[in-house]
C-alpha cells in the first residue's frame, strides 16, 4: 500500500513517548497507520525535556520505529516512506492560560470586517507576556461597543464604534518551545509541522460539543503531571497544570522498602484512593534481587496512597473553584490518564467536589473510523490520536525505488580461427655428405689430417 499523505505526531509524556501516523478522511474520521511508544525514561521530568541529548535520541527511535512499520506495509517494487515532519504535543508544568483583550475604535460609521478581525488576532499573538511565551490563542469572544453586553460569536458586518476581543492565550515557559525545536528539528533532521496544546487536543477527542456547551471540568491524571481544563459555552474557560502525577504515588510507595518496579504493581493490583482501616488483608510483595517474598498490609499500602491522591485532589479542587464554574458545570467531570484507572478514585472525587465524575478510557465514539482500531480503546494514546485530529500538514516523503539497469541482449563472441603458419621450405643440397659424429670441431680435424697425409705422400714419391 502507497502511504504518500499522511499526518505524524509525537506526545512527549513524563513515562512514556508515543507516536502515531494517521490519515484524515473530508469528515475528519481518522485512520490509524501506525502507532509505537518509547520509554521517555529520564529525560522528560513532569512533561518537560529535561535532557537534550537523551530526549533527541528517543524520539529519533520512535520514528525510525515507525518509518520501518510504513515500511514494512509496501510492496516490494515500491520505494521508501520516510516521517518528513511531525506535530509535536508539550503539557508540561509551566503551561497555564491567561487572559488578554485587545481593542480597535472603528469610528461613528464603523464596520466589523474579516481584516479587522484577524489584526485583532495578530495583535493578540504578538503580545509577549513576562518570563513566558504565547503558545496559542484559543476561545476568542468579542463585545462590542458596550463590555457589558453579551459577547458576539460573529461580529463580522456589525455595525459599532468600538470593538474588544478577548483571548485565552496558552503560554509556556520560554524554553519549552526552543527545547522542542532542538530536540525534534536539529537534532533528527524532521521538521516541526506544529507545537501542539497536549491537554487542548485531548479535550477535542474526550468531550463532546454538548459537554463543552453545557460545561465541563477535563482532569488528565499523567505520570508526572496533572491537567484541568475547564469549559463553558463551547470555550475554553481555564488551562492549568499541577506539578503532581502517578509516579510520585509509586515513589511514596517505595518507602515500604520495595524497589521502584514492584512499586508501580502494587499500586495498580491494589492501590485505591479510599482506604478502610478495618480491612486486615495481607499482600505479597516481591523483595528485590530474588530474596523471596514478604507480607504487608493493604492498608499500610493505601495509607501511603490515599495521603498522596488527596493531594492532588485538593490542587484540582482549587484549580476548578478558581474558575467560579464550580457550580456550572452541567456536564461534570470526566477524568482521564493512566493514574486516573486507580481503584475508588470516581467515588472519591464525586465526593469531595459535590459533582457527577466518570471515567473516559477511550476516544469519542466514530473518531476512529478505520486502521488499527484497539489504539482509541486505550487511554495511553488518547492524546496522540487528538494531536492527530489537530493535525493538517502531509507529512510524509516518498523516495521512488532505484530503477533497475536494463538487461543488455547476450552477443556470443566469434570462436577465434588460428591460422596456423605454413613451413618455410628449407633447400637440401644434393648427395649431402653426411656429418661425421661429434659435430663441426671434429669434422674440420679429420680434414686436416686427410689433407696432412696426402702432403706427406706426394713427397715420398718424388723421392
Do not use: W
Not at 535520541?57 to 520505529?65: D, E, F, G, H, S
Not at 521508501?80 to 469610528?107: A, C, E, M
Not at 543488455?408 to 613451413?423: A, N
Not at 633447400?427 to 689433407?451: A, D, M, W, Y
Amino acid at each position: 500500500m502507497a502511504y504518500t499523505d499522511f499526518i505524524a505526531a509525537i506526545d512527549l509524556g513524563t513515562s512514556h513517548m508515543v507516536g502515531i501516523v494517521g490519515t484524515k478522511d473530508a469528515s475528519g474520521a481518522l485512520s490509524i497507520i501506525a502507532h509505537e511508544v518509547e520509554d521517555s525514561g529520564i529525560c522528560i521530568r513532569r512533561g518537560c525535556v529535561y535532557k537534550v541529548e537523551e530526549t533527541a535520541m528517543q524520539v529519533n527511535r520512535l520514528i525510525k520505529k515507525l518509518e520501518n512499520k510504513l515500511n514494512s506495509k509496501r510492496d516490494d517494487k515500491q520505494g521508501t516512506y520516510k516521517i518528513r515532519k511531525v506535530y509535536v504535543g508539550v503539557g508540561g508544568q509551566s503551561i497555564r492560560s491567561i487572559d488578554h483583550t485587545v481593542s480597535k475604535v472603528l469610528g461613528t460609521e464603523g464596520v466589523v470586517t474579516e481584516e479587522i478581525i484577524n489584526s485583532l488576532y495578530q495583535d493578540c499573538k504578538a503580545y509577549q507576556p513576562k518570563q513566558t511565551r504565547v503558545l496559542d490563542v484559543v476561545s476568542p469572544s468579542y463585545y462590542l461597543d458596550d463590555i457589558d453586553d453579551k459577547p458576539e460569536l460573529n461580529p463580522v458586518g456589525v455595525s459599532c464604534r468600538r470593538i474588544d476581543a478577548r483571548y485565552k492565550l496558552i503560554v509556556g515557559g520560554p524554553s519549552l518551545r526552543l527545547n522542542v525545536i532542538h530536540n525534534v528539528e536539529e537534532q533528527t533532521g524532521v521538521k516541526i509541522a506544529g507545537i501542539l496544546i497536549s491537554p487542548l487536543a485531548l479535550a477535542d477527542v474526550v468531550l463532546s460539543v454538548n459537554e463543552k456547551d453545557l460545561g465541563c471540568a477535563l482532569v488528565d491524571f499523567g505520570a508526572g503531571v496533572t491537567s484541568v481544563s475547564v469549559y463553558k459555552g463551547g470555550q475554553l474557560v481555564s488551562l492549568s497544570v499541577i506539578p503532581l502525577g502517578g509516579h510520585l504515588i509509586t515513589k511514596d510507595i517505595t518507602t515500604l522498602n520495595v524497589v521502584e518496579a514492584e512499586a508501580e504493581r502494587l499500586k495498580v493490583t491494589y492501590g485505591s484512593a479510599k482506604n478502610d482501616k478495618n480491612d486486615d488483608k495481607q499482600i505479597s510483595v516481591n523483595l528485590a534481587d530474588g530474596m523471596g517474598l514478604r507480607e504487608i498490609k493493604l492498608t499500610e499500602l493505601n495509607n501511603v496512597v490515599v495521603a498522596r491522591m488527596n493531594e492532588i485532589l485538593a490542587n484540582v479542587h482549587k484549580q476548578i473553584e478558581d474558575t467560579g464554574m464550580m457550580d456550572k458545570l452541567g456536564a461534570g467531570v470526566v477524568i482521564t490518564g493512566g493514574a486516573a484507572a486507580l481503584k475508588d478514585l470516581v467515588d472519591v472525587m464525586r465526593e469531595k467536589l459535590k459533582l457527577e465524575v466518570r471515567y473516559y478510557s477511550s476516544v469519542r465514539k466514530g473518531l476512529v473510523a478505520g486502521g488499527d482500531l484497539s489504539v482509541a480503546m486505550n487511554p495511553g494514546y488518547a492524546v496522540a490520536i487528538g494531536l492527530l485530529a489537530r493535525g493538517s500538514e502531509n507529512c510524509a516523503e516518498y523516495i521512488p525505488p532505484v530503477p533497475e539497469p536494463k538487461e543488455k541482449p547476450v552477443v556470443e563472441p566469434k570462436p577465434t580461427v588460428v591460422q596456423k603458419p605454413e613451413p618455410e621450405e628449407v633447400s637440401v643440397p644434393e648427395n649431402p655428405r653426411p656429418q661425421p659424429k661429434g659435430g663441426l670441431f671434429r669434422s674440420l680435424t679429420k680434414r686436416i689430417e686427410n689433407f696432412s697425409g696426402t702432403l706427406f705422400d706426394d713427397d715420398d714419391r718424388k723421392r
